[in-house]
């Protein structure tokens, strides 16, 4: 790569903040040791005014939640022509609501769980007890309910009783405005992560064990909360069909550089496609850097090429 001269946007004020910060700083300091001279750049109002006057040859966006996955911030860097790792915005805004993505890649032919969808004015003007009612007549207990878009696992609750919906409801609409109830599947949960530098290839899968058994926000960020055997522990056929997934789902929502799909393997190996990432967490306990550090890959020379690629993208 050479000294490229690079600035890593992290923070916003998305209720994912923390995680971000704690992302940017090991992408920082990463790229740092492969030779990037890196600016570390909050999401702020002065950022138009930083990328004009302290022009980087490239952004990575380490944002994580709200402008920063949703396709606002890669449109503003789109309009001001500055190349940026990752997707862009169109594709974030596709990826970004889980039910479209959903939708897509239902119809694609790939498995994803049934679900439901409702805006939170649903519950207030149709009467919340019934609709909850007509949700485990069509989804059955236990469900998961999680916000419509957002990430983290934030506002997001495996509920096995209906006396516990009301609550599980109001925790989501924290991080929201609409609810998507799904049918909870069981398995082993996995994540696949992709990079495409330039062809897009899969990184091994990486099995998710959480202790307390629901894979939430606790279980994500805490030390020790989760344990993530990589490879997953199934068969090689189980976890081709996982990478064949999740590298179909890249191609279907029309990602580039990296993501990262979320997925439960049933017990006959059927791979059900949970949602994904557009930018992956890259903290300590987090799934990409697990995967790349099985293949013995550094995460800065990664990310090397993938600046590479975007500037000769722009």
Sequence with gaps: MGERTVAVLAGGL????????????????????VGAVVSEWDADAGLLDRLRTERPEAVLIALHGGDGENGAVQSVLEMLDVPFVGSGSRACRLAWDKPTAKAEIA???????????????????LGARGVLDAMVS????????????????????LVRDAEDLPAAMVDCLAYGTAVLAERYITGTEVAVSVIADPTPRALPVVEVCAKGGVYDYTARYTQGATTFPCPARL????????????????????????????????????VVVLEVNTFPGLTETSLLPTAMATEGEHLGQLFSTLIDEAIRRS
Excluded: C, N, Y
């Design 14 to 33: 998305s209720h994912e903040r923390e995680v971000s910060l704690r992302s940017g700083r090991r992408l920082a300091a990463d790229l740092r040791d």
């Design 107 to 125: 119809r694609a032919g790939l498995h994803t769980p049934d679900w439901v969808t409702l805006p939170h004015a649903t519950f207030r003007e």
């Design 138 to 157: 069509r989804l059955g207990l236990p469900m998961m309910i999680k916000p419509d878009q957002g990430g983290s696992a934030l506002g997001a609750r």
């Design 235 to 270: 068969d090689p056929d189980v976890l081709r069909a996982a990478e064949q997934a999740a590298l179909e789902v890249h191609r279907l929502l029309g990602l580039r550089d990296l993501s990262r799909t979320d997925a439960i393997v049933t017990e006959d190996g059927t």
